[in-house]
């Protein structure tokens, strides 16, 4: 016979967390050579904004705010396409901030009772709150005259993500070996960056996936997409 539906389980899991790490590394790479320098690392015409491409929700509120759709947006409609077959997989698959995510909530919770992780991982209607996020943003974009620039990018998990990496975490390492830079960079606002991010890290340890849960605004179009795919993880509600 076939395998079991716990070994099918677990190699999709295996699976998941390949495709994670393979994902999480490319970024980190993009975001480096995303550098000016002579290095082979720095500036040789990689594709550093192909996951800010792949984002969708950057390119709705850019054809929001300025009415037209840019060619190097297409992927995203991509991402649209592949979530209405598979449904919510950039989440899961390929999203280098749910990656931190997963692997902060893996660690700290990993010690708990099973009768505690089914607790914590339980659903909350606080959940909603990032639908109203994402509401909130795209009504921004689309009446303008309220903001000054796009804002979407301030809790999009891949905008929110380079911005951490590029303007604080790698400044970092600039200042001792210059690897990423050919000279150390300071951000004025480095430590609200910082703030963010940690923030949004570290409250894994609360609930987890608390970002992806209650205010990733990516996540909450992607759901609203997903809710129309073809195929997608369902569960038996008597059983699960």
């Not at 970092?172 to 480095?190: E, K, M, N, T």
């Not at 609200?192 to 991010?197: K, P, S």
């Not at 990516?218 to 369902?234: P, V, Y």
């Amino acid at each position: 016979g076939g395998a079991s539906p716990a070994l099918q389980y677990m190699k999709i899991i295996t699976v998941r967390r390949i495709s994670q790490l393979f994902f999480f590394a490319l970024f980190l790479w993009f975001c480096v050579v995303a550098t000016v320098g002579d290095k082979f690392w720095q500036i040789r015409n990689w594709p550093i904004n192909w996951f800010l491409q792949l984002d969708p929700l950057v390119a709705l509120g850019t054809i929001l705010s300025t009415g037209k759709f840019y060619w190097s947006l297409h992927c995203a409609l991509g991402t649209v396409i592949l979530t209405i077959i598979f449904g919510r997989f950039f989440c899961g698959w390929i999203c280098p901030f749910g990656a931190i995510h997963q692997f902060v909530g893996y660690i700290g919770n990993r010690g708990k009772k099973v009768a505690e992780k089914i607790r914590l991982n339980i659903y909350r209607k606080a959940q909603c709150v990032k639908y109203l996020v994402l509401v909130f943003f795209l009504g921004m974009a689309a009446f303008p005259s309220l903001a000054s620039t796009l804002q979407t990018g301030l809790l999009d998990p891949i905008p929110l993500l380079t911005r951490s990496v590029q303007l604080v975490l790698l400044p970092i390492l600039d200042r001792g070996a210059y690897l990423p830079s050919v000279s150390a960079r300071y951000c004025a606002f480095g430590w609200l960056v910082l703030a963010v991010f940690a923030t949004a890290v570290l409250l894994n340890l609360v609930i987890p996936r608390f970002y992806c849960r209650f205010i990733c605004p990516l996540g909450a179009f992607l759901g609203i997409i997903s809710r129309f795919s073809i195929w997608r993880i369902g569960k038996t509600k008597p059983q699960c």
